[in-house]
């Protein structure tokens, strides 16, 4: 009997994990795991990719989520770094040539944070030394000695005036504007009214005398300004001189400690220059309390500022290479940023208001990302391009990167980028990147593939036992023994959907492990066993399962229409899989066919609906093909059909129901009826071989809650392909089913078997003269096409095709 030749035995519906493999009484007798378990491609990529210096050669991390890929290029990373070279501090200063540019340094690891302690004592100390020098006693001694000879030649300029205006009969008065000459008479001054009695001749003469005075005044007094400029260039010397004397030995100092760095020495030169341009800076004279005063005081610390450097990136602390990840990554926080701040309603920035970001942190080592992150801002993605491309870091405001202006801003010298860049991400973005973006195949040429499943073998047994180890000492968790590592790979087998694999959605199974340590303590039990993984896998599902036990109560209630017992003509049980969150269930679909005359072909319902996707579609298409290799050899197919899920009110996508539309199809066509308690998946050719599917556990047991809750009859049972076989990891409560015969499996190669367990009719083979066996499946269906092929002649073509669609429908019929 075909069903019992093709029934699934209890044995190979689920692969229980052999205690024997397990050389362990628990996971205390386990070292943990160290690094990733399996994943041998993932593991050769990364190393490559790390050891590769040229450009270009970033790193893309793809596979499903929490398949442990953070971990891992985390853990390589820092494996690599360790025998890298610590990169160099960057620091940025002022640019005295340009101070809305500033300048990169680049100084040996903690040499960075030596350099700028120093240049801020050596300011302390300035701010100290300038102002005492310049209050002491030799300081004004020296500084005396140059006004009192320029007092001493002011008087003589002045006395020198003085006796060539008394030749002439004039005297020299100071008055608030000035010298000026008074005319004298005997010695006396000539008054107004005196000079205005004078005869003109006289007045004339005292003029002429006049006029000689007022020159040799304006000779004097030019003498005086040029002796003045060369007093104030004296002092000036002077000033510099002992400022010079003063602050280089304390320069000096700092210029020993970095004689090894040229551009150190050439920026010191410099910040001496400056201090002694802006020694009145230094000074700690007392300031007149006048609003205008407080312009002089920010300037003074803005000068002073200046002179001690941006510590942008300190690796004092870093051993080796750095390994950054950024898991919150803002374009400051990605890409540095510059500050402002508000000075008198106005926002100004300089060189000590840059700040870093993560690619200056890891520059010369690696920077992990996830692409998640990148790609919900453009602008990050864009940008962390454009710095790879150009293989230099360049700090800018963000109003700049989007050209939105803004406040007055800085063009800091970029920085040479050494990076190697780790972005982690889904699989399918990968994909598109690849293919629409240019640039992503030129900058991420490594790629590291990772599979969301291994193989079951003794050998990743063990390393997944060490996976269990580690979680529990990682979080502190009970130990399990031998039984409970063994339901854990059991539960692995299921999430890969296959006897021969092991998931490797590492978050999920760390997740099992920990709150199967939980019910063992909540119930007080000092290690874990397969009850308390049983309990927490039952648990997690009863926390989510709220919308499959619904669904079910609507099947039971008679809400949604589903036949687990009976024959109905042209009506097959189809099932789906349906994934809400992080549940996944199996659901059955009544799925029925009306065939008639008529010349419409197969008219899938859901198409015309636009409630299908194109894979559903292309599975219907393919009936088409089977049904005209199979009939159409010796007549036209003359046939109008129509295929729909019946309460479906959502999308349908997959070609796993192709099978169960097929056999509707065949049983609407033949007249014989579909046993009910059989459900069906599986897709189908156009030869009529069965494919496989995916989710066959899901619906088998989705089909099977079913059943139970109505009543195990001992003829309920799924037809699954013979494929699928392998991938059978069914629940328990399932596989006692099927061990006491109460419910049943039967895997199928092709459409004619599986029309004959649906049916309990043979298919039948066709014959070489193209007919078939009388009787058979085949042989109805045949002559039922032949049927209406004859009524539908030339002449009656259009009111035939009306008439005979009324009267020669043929639908689901309940056998009674």
Known sequence: MIKQRLRVPAEKVRLYCDLSQLSFKSTQDIPPLEGLMGQERARRALEFGLQVKNRGYNIFMSGPSGTGKTTFARAMAKEFAKSGATPPDWLYVYNFSDREKPQSM??????????????????????????????????????????????????????????????????????????????????????????????????????????????????????????????????????????????????????????????????????????????????????????????????RVSVMGRYIPNLLVDNSQVQGRPVIEENNPTFSKLFGTIDYEAEFGVLSTDFSKLKRGAIH????????????????????????????????????????????????????????????????????????????????????????????EINRTPDNLMEYTRFVSATCH?????????????????????????????????????????????????EGFESVGAEQVEKAISEKEYRSNRIELRL????????????????????????????????????????????YMGEKGVVNIERESRMSGQIH????????????????????????????????????????????ELFALLSSLSSRAIDQSIAVTGSVDQMGCIQPIGGVNYKIEGFFKICR???????????????NVKQLMLDEEVVEAVRQNKFHIWAISHIDEGIEILTGVEAGRKRKNGGFKPGTIHHLVNSQLKTWGKKRGPADKPKADKGTARGNRRGPEREK
């Open 106 to 299: 680049s100084l040996p690891a903690g040499r960075g944070a030596e350099y700028r302690d120093s240049m801020r004592n050596l300011i302390e100390e300035i701010k100290t030394e300038i102002p005492r020098v310049f209050s002491g006693e030799e300081f004004e001694r020296l500084k005396g000695k140059v006004l009192e000879e320029f007092y001493s030649k002011t008087n003589d300029l002045y006395q020198e005036l003085e006796n060539f205006a008394g030749e002439l009969q004039f005297s020299i008065s100071k008055t608030a504007n000035g010298l000026a000459s008074v005319p004298l008479a005997n010695g006396q001054p000539i008054g107004q009214e005196e000079y205005e009695n004078l005869s003109e001749e006289e007045k004339e003469e005292i003029q002429g005398r006049n006029r000689r005075v007022q020159e040799k005044m304006n000779e004097t007094m030019r003498r005086y300004r040029e002796l003045e400029r060369e007093t104030k260039q004296s002092v000036s010397n002077l000033e510099q001189k002992v400022g010079l004397d003063t602050i280089g030995p304390l320069i000096g100092e700092v210029r020993a400690r970095f004689a090894d760095f040229p551009q150190v020495i050439a920026y010191l030169e410099e910040v001496e220059k400056d201090i002694l341009e802006n020694l009145d800076s230094f000074s700690d004279k007392e300031e007149p309390q006048n609003p205008m005063m407080m312009f002089r005081r920010f300037n």
């Open 474 to 522: 990682k979080e502190n968790l009970l130990p399990f023994n031998q039984a409970a590592i063994a339901r854990i790979i059991d539960y692995s087998s299921r999430l890969a959907d296959d006897q021969r694999k092991m998931s490797t959605l590492l978050n999920r199974m760390r997740d099992l492990v920990v709150e199967a340590s939980t019910w063992a303590a909540r």
């Open 709 to 723: 809750d109505r009543g195990l009859t001992g003829e309920q049972g799924v037809i699954i392909p013979h494929q």
């Open 552 to 595: 079910q109560e609507s099947i039971l209630e008679g809400t949604i229409m589903i036949e687990t017992e009976g024959k109905v003509v042209g009506q097959v049980n189809g099932l789906a899989v349906y994934q809400l969150g992080d549940h996944t269930f199996g659901k059955p679909s009544r799925i029925t066919a009306r065939t």
């Open 617 to 660: 579609d292309k599975g219907v298409l393919t009936l088409s093909g089977y049904l005209g290799g199979q009939y159409a050899h010796d007549k036209p197919l003359t046939l109008s059909a129509s295929l729909g899920f019946e309460q479906l009110y959502g999308g349908v996508e997959g070609d796993s129901a192709s099978s169960a």
């Open 361 to 452: 942190a890891a520059n010369g080592g690696y920077l992990l990302l996830q692409l998640s992150d990148l790609v919900k801002n453009p602008i990050l993605w864009e940008n962390l391009k454009r710095t790879l491309r150009n293989n230099e870091i360049v700090i800018e405001s963000i109003f700049r990167n989007l050209n939105l202006g803004g406040a007055v801003t800085l063009e800091p010298e970029a920085i040479p980028l050494d990076l190697k860049v780790i972005v982690i991400g889904e699989p399918y973005i990968f994909d598109l990147l690849h293919q629409y973006d240019e640039e992503f195949r030129k900058l991420f040429k490594i790629k590291v593939d990772f599979d969301y």
